[in-house]
């Protein structure tokens, strides 16, 4: 499948609801890996679908990365693309921080105090120690990568404009490859730190959110060679399946970050030709709205249910564990969606660059065009004039 050449103020709202699909699969392996579920039979099942699901954090590298070159407003002051990703992360960041410490502390759970300054200043996942990349809320590790990556953005997306289609290409290749040789890699790192390398680290997480930003700017050019839609979903289930039932987990992360990228660029190419998706339903597109908030919430919410019942490592039998599930799932939404109305957006509103700054990137000159090779159909696209905003930071509505 050839993409469509990028239109003006196109909107990808088909990758928004993708995001709730990647929220679920980590919200899904944070079940099975609690423990929730204590029947035998059924704990079995959830082990076996969901072992994969941690890899719902490198659909969302990818995803950041494509969304955030794909919206990015070329001429933009780069403080100002700065203040923008600020105001997007730390108000959730900062209310689920203070909640995780209100909840060490009525547990009477020791908190580091530099682990939690780290965490508070979103630096935590630089820190090779136990006990500071998962400091307080755990999952905001992730967030500490995602700053890392928006500080590297506007240094490096000069040199992606202008970058030929084959260099572009060699880096959507090379970074599987990439990431499967991390592997034998990590044998030069001491073996308490393998993990964090592997998993945590911001260079190492890098690889997946400049694949996701170079396909972004294949499709910008109207590039992009992939299949489409319905071909990439099926291809992601086949390997989910397959990689879930014989493939070694070291080879995990390589297949799913080639899997998940097709379904990426397939669903924002449809957004591009108008066509319909499953994925840019209001309700779904509504979930991956509240996808951030709820990905922030989650384990925290679940880890304190569970140690205020005495639940905690012990699982429910019968009937109550899927019942448990379906409740968290139902309550993790209902935080997740205040959390969204009344904290994110507002704030993302007050904090945000002021609208002269917005208008004033909104009218800046487009990036100089990119030489496209010599065979090309046709010439490079400008790139739109407004972002994608229903899919900022890999998914989350921005209204400014």
């Known amino acids: 499948m050839t993409s469509a050449p990028a239109t003006r103020a196109t909107r990808l709202p088909s ?109 935590q996942a630089w820190i090779p120690l136990d006990g500071y990349f998962y400091s307080v809320n755990n999952v905001s590790w992730s967030l500490s990568c995602e700053l890392a990556f928006y500080l590297c953005l506007p240094l490096v997306l000069p040199w992606l404009r202008r970058a030929r289609v084959g260099v572009l290409w060699a880096v959507v290749v090379a970074v599987p490859l990439l990431i499967l040789a991390l592997w034998p890699a990590q044998l030069l790192v001491p073996e308490e730190s393998r993990w964090w390398f592997t998993q945590i680290f911001p260079v190492t997480r890098s690889a997946e959110f400049w694949m996701g930003a170079a396909a972004a700017e294949l499709l910008r050019r109207g590039r992009w060679r992939g299949p489409n839609l319905a071909a990439a979903s099926l291809l992601f289930v086949a390997v989910w399946v397959v990689a879930a039932l014989w493939i070694r987990a070291e080879f995990w992360a390589a297949l799913l970050a080639v899997a998940y990228l097709l379904v990426i660029a397939a669903a924002a190419d449809a957004d591009v030709r108008g066509r319909r998706t499953p994925w840019r339903a209001r309700p779904m597109v509504w979930l991956g709205e509240v996808s951030f908030a709820f990905y922030l919430v989650h384990v925290l919410v679940m880890t304190t249910v569970l140690r205020l019942t005495g639940n905690w490592g012990t699982g429910l039998r019968e009937w109550w564990g899927p019942l448990a599930v379906l409740g968290f799932l139902l309550v993790n939404l209902l935080f997740a969606a205040a959390l969204h109305h009344w904290v994110e957006m507002p704030l993302m509103r007050r904090l945000g660059p002021p609208r002269r700054a917005r208008r004033a990137a909104a009218t800046a000159a487009p990036a100089p065009s990119v030489p496209a090779p010599r065979p090309a159909p046709a010439g490079p696209v400008t790139a739109p004039a407004t972002p994608a905003r229903s899919v900022e930071y890999a998914g989350w509505r921005d209204p400014g």
């Open 15 to 123: 990758l928004t609801g993708l995001r709730w699909i990647a929220a679920l699969l980590v919200f899904a392996f944070h079940i099975a890996t609690m423990g929730i579920v204590a029947e035998p039979g059924v704990k079995a099942v959830l082990d076996k679908a969901f072992a994969l699901g941690l890899s719902g954090v490198e659909f969302f590298f990818i995803l950041s990365g494509f969304v955030l070159v794909w919206s990015y407003r070329d001429g933009e002051p780069r403080r100002t693309f700065l203040r923008r990703r600020l105001a997007k992360i730390y108000p959730n960041h900062l209310v689920t921080f203070a909640v995780a410490l209100a909840v060490a502390f009525w547990f009477a759970d020791p908190v580091a105090p530099w682990a939690a300054i780290g965490n508070l200043l979103l630096v």
